[in-house]
Each structure stands twice: as structure tokens, then as C-alpha cells.
């Protein structure tokens, strides 16, 4: 029987949809990728973190992280404030709000493994004029060198309360966009692709990874009432994420931990959680909610229990 092995595909000038056996190099080569952060030669190290700064929140600010060694975090998820004058933003231009969260993330880029991630969920603001602040971080990744995977986009048309602001209601005088949707920037130190992966397990499901490989996520945004936070993202945000970029009892970091979603996320899932935060009384809230959690999360009791 003559068996005929398929051609594998090549990237075409507006792409290919076959995926077999897909041969991108000349697209990689061309010249549209001049100029931005390649993948980098490095030796793969992985520090140990001390265990007393396992799941622990750090009253202080994210910009010199002395607890955390080089290369020993495995995933960066958070929102960093908005500098727009909530109770915990301070009043910053533009400028001085991007040349602080530079000197955090560059210290996150110090932190993290290669091939670790970084995942930045940031909401743009205004509207006379709008201020694209996405554009301007993913600038700033950039330059730091930090390579870029994707974004996502978080459509929060489900919240229960949706936006209104129509501007001029029906007239093209002054209509205004309404937002219900906020940007999940993703990013790789040194390497797309994980190192030393050998004998640790993925939790993620068939059903999940299918769901949280689409580039666009829906599920509700979190109400800051019932939180105790101005701002918080939901659990289902770091939740996804940390499913999708890291293996069980790998090290997810926060640097403005807030509420502390992402450590019930990394809890939920059996990852270690380290956080920072400036405000005490959010770390007393986060450590509260961490707690209650652990009290009633009956596959955390499990975990617990099959470690004795």
C-alpha cells in the first residue's frame, strides 16, 4: 500500500492555517522582527527559596525584593495600582508611574527562572484623552527585554455591573466607549519555553487547557464590597494562569499582593505564594481571607493530608 507522508506547511506572507510539521523560520528571519528581544543564551539555575519566605506577604515595597535570590520564582501574576487616586495610589505622572513599575519589574526579571513568566493584568483609563496604558508597560517590558508570548483579553460583560457611560446618548456628537474588558499581558524571561521540567506535574485538565489557551478570557470581574479591597481581580484571574504557565510546587510571586488573590490561587492549586505589599491593613485583610480559605477549601484539607 502507498502510504503518502503530508507536506508540512511554511509561513505564507499573511500566514498559514495548517499547523503540521509548520515551518516558520523564514517569517522569524524576516525583517518585522528586527530589533525586538530574541531568546538568549544562558545556563539554566533554579536558586532555592529559604523556607522561611515560602507563602509569606511582605510588608514593603516590591522595588528590592532582598528575600528572593536570583532565578527562584517561576511565575509573576499581578495589577499593579493605577496611580489614579485611589487610597493606596500615590499621585505619580505618567512618567514617574512607568519608571516605578520599571524598577519592580526589573527586579521581578532578577527573580524569576528562565523561561519563567510574567503575567501583568492592567486596565487602560480615561477618556479625554484615553490613556493606553497596556501599550505603554508592553513598551516598557520590552525594553527591559523581557520576551513577549501574547496577550489576553479579560471581557468582564458578565460582571453584574456593567458600564454606562454612552457620552452623548444617540448622537454622534460625543459617544463614548464603554470598557468591559481589561488586557493579561504575558512575557518570558530568556526563554520561551521551560527548563528542567523533569518529575514535576502539571494539574491542568484536557477541558482547561483548551479553554485557557484562547485568547480571550470571560468570567466576572470580583466586587470591591465584597473583597475589602478597591480593586481586586478575581481568584479565577492568577487562578488560570498559574494552571496554564507552572507545575505543582512551583514558586508564584506577587508584588502588590492586595487582597491576596493570587495566594489563594496558588494555595487552590498546591503552589507556594510569596506577595508584597505596602498597606498593612490589606495584608491583615489578605492573610484573613487566606485563612478562611484554608479552613474551608476541602481539597487543600486533602493536600494536607496525604502529606503525613
Known sequence: ?????????????????????????????????EGLPKEESYEYIENTIPSQYLDQIFCKTSEKMEELPDNSVHLMVTSPPYNVGKEYDENLTLNEYREFLKRVLTEVKRVLVPGGRACINIANLGRKPY??????????????RFLMRGEIIWNKASSGSPSTAWGTWLSAKNPILRDIHEYILVFSKSSFARDRIE?????????????????VWTFSAEPATKVGHPAPFPVELPYRLIQLYTFEKEVILDPFMGSGQTAIAAIKTHRHYIGYETNQEYIELAQRRINDFILNDSSYKQQEFEKK
Open 131 to 144: 490613556i493606553p496604558l497596556h501599550a505603554f508597560l508592553i513598551e516598557d517590558m520590552l525594553d527591559l
Open 199 to 215: 518529575n514535576k506535574k502539571s494539574t491542568i485538565s484536557k477541558e482547561e487547557f483548551l479553554e485557557f489557551t484562547k485568547s
Open 1 to 33: 500500500m502507498n502510504h503518502q507522508r503530508k507536506k508540512g506547511t511554511k509561513t505564507s506572507t499573511f500566514g498559514s492555517h495548517g499547523r503540521i510539521n509548520h515551518d516558520s523560520t523564514n517569517f522569524y528571519k524576516s525583517r518585522l522582527y
